[in-house]
């Protein structure tokens, strides 16, 4: 039984130990957590994963976690972080994602994985391995991993993984418009879609329940559950007695109850993208506005994630209601949990914290140390994976170095030149019969031989997209000094 996909047994056994505290429980627990697989992980001297199907071992991982919580057992604590490594070093892609047909292969040389073949008369696709990506399901159980490793020591770091994973190994599951059609996994290669050999593309509502429906169900269900934190509680008098801290982890528009510190928050988040000088101003705005419950003031401590993306300009401002004796805005370096000041006296309704969370575009390279992958790489945008919409061809003669030069708006189809509010991350794109995602203004990128619409994977449903590009400046150098001569 062991040798196959059993799902999260271990945890469940560790949680119905914590409460019932039988033996028999603990044995069953450690029944579904295979030595073989959990000793070299321990040690963290070797890497178990290679050829390993990926979503049979992930959630005996979260198992693990979950152990440690319920028991203390250190070495279930190493087993998960020292996976966690290995999967972020050697198995993940930009997206925050792994695995290809549904095994781990190919660590640090993931070029194979998105691998994608053409036929030379046609140029139509073979069926290859980059359409066999970031299954839907291990994307699902490394969120709840993120979640564990989280709460057990709150890293901006593991916050912006489960960001990654959210945004573009979630959301564009979904196929918009089309109720109960879900994708089993998100193709990376060159050229692909969603609906061509992802072994089953899009469901339906009625006669597709594989694995990856259960999971996708529960991910959207509890889209709010990695929101916001609080600071656990303290045997140390000192640190009981004081103001309980609450950290924003995710800004997801929502409102958080929490009552207590009697108080809610309410989390309003939009990406803005606009022009300065000819160059991409973007960046999230995210407002959290304060509201006692009780009466009186609140009393609490304030963390907010500065996220390890957040560019040059990003911000972090206090407006005090009626907009008087607010902090000005301070520059905040990126990679921190911001502890905003608490306002003497208190939290009073109406305080508003305001974050601007600066985005540069940037090309992230593939897992990939071998020289012909020197060059190939995603484009990113804050946590966003922006795919270039494209049947077959992946090169785009431009630097490398400088993604902020070449990474543009285009002018809007509305008239204007683009700016102020523009994509709502938890809003769908697309659908079926679209051409194209509605989305107006857009970005590209733009090439000495040739531009690029660049769409967020997340709105990507039926159009061919890809997720690497060959940022090739050499090719570019030669385009240019053959248009001076």
């Known amino acids: 039984m062991v040798d196959t996909e059993f799902g999260g047994m271990n ?38 994963l290679e050829n390993l199907h990926a979503n049979q071992h992930l959630p005996i991982v979260v198992g693990a976690a979950r152990g440690f919580e319920v028991t203390r057992n250190a070495t279930l604590a190493n087993v998960t972080a020292n ?19 549904e095994h781990w292969q190919f660590p640090a040389q993931l070029g194979d994985a998105v691998a994608v073949s053409f036929d030379e008369a ?17 994307t699902y159980n490394a969120l709840k991993l993120a979640r564990h490793l989280f709460a057990w020591a709150p890293s901006v770091g593991v916050a912006d993984a489960y960001e990654r994973r959210l945004l573009n190994g979630i959301l564009g599951v979904q196929q918009p418009g089309v109720v109960g059609s879900m994708s089993y996994m998100t193709p990376l290669g060159r050229g692909v879609s969603r609906n061509k050999w992802d072994w089953y593309g899009f469901g339906s509502a009625d006669s597709s329940f594989w694995c990856c ?19 656990a509680d303290s045997n140390d008098a000192a640190a009981a007695a004081a103001p309980p801290t609450l950290y924003v982890a995710q800004y997801i528009p929502s409102t958080l109850t929490w009552a207590d510190a009697a108080v809610s928050v309410g989390l309003a988040a939009s990406l803005q993208l606009g022009a300065a000088a000819g160059a991409l101003r973007a960046g999230l705005a995210v407002n959290l506005t304060i509201a006692p419950s009780g009466g009186g003031a609140a009393h609490f401590a304030l963390r907010v994630r500065i ?23 301070t520059p905040v370096a990126n990679g921190t949990f911001y502890a905003v000041a608490t306002p003497t006296g208190g939290w009073a309704g109406g305080d508003v914290v305001r974050l601007w969370l600066a985005m540069a575009p940037r090309l992230e390279r593939i897992n990939d140390a071998r020289d012909e992958y020197a060059t190939v790489g995603s484009v990113l945008l804050g946590p966003l994976l922006l795919a270039a919409l494209t049947n077959e061809s992946d090169v785009l003669r431009a630097d490398a170095a400088r993604p902020s030069e070449w990474v543009r708006l285009a002018p809007s189809r509305s008239g204007g030149g683009g700016g102020g509010p523009a994509w709502n991350i938890w809003d769908g794109g697309g659908g079926e019969g679209v051409e194209e995602p509605e989305l107006d203004p857009r970005l590209v990128a733009v090439g000495a031989a040739g531009n690029y619409t660049l769409v967020p994977l997340s709105r990507i449903a039926l159009q061919n997209y890809t997720a690497f590009l060959n940022v090739t400046r050499a090719q570019a150098r030669v385009v240019e000094a053959a248009a001076r001569r």
């Open 122 to 138: 046609t140029h139509a696709p073979h069926n290859s391995n980059g359409f066999h990506t970031q299954e839907t399901c291990t």
């Open 307 to 329: 996220p390890g993306w957040a560019a040059a300009g990003s911000t972090v401002e206090l407006v005090r209601r009626g907009g008087r004796g607010g902090a000005a805005a």
């Open 83 to 101: 996976f966690d490594c290995l999967l972020r070093g050697r198995y993940s892609y930009p997206t925050g994602g792994s695995n290809v047909n």
């Open 213 to 231: 429906y259960g999971t996708t169900v529960e991910s959207f269900a509890k889209l709010g559950d990695s929101i916001f934190f609080h600071a």
């Open 11 to 48: 945890e469940v056994a560790y949680s119905l130990y914590q409460l019932t505290r039988q033996p028999a429980h603990l044995a069953l627990a450690s029944y579904f957590s295979p030595d073989a697989f959990f000793a070299p992980l321990a040690a963290g001297a070797t890497d178990p």
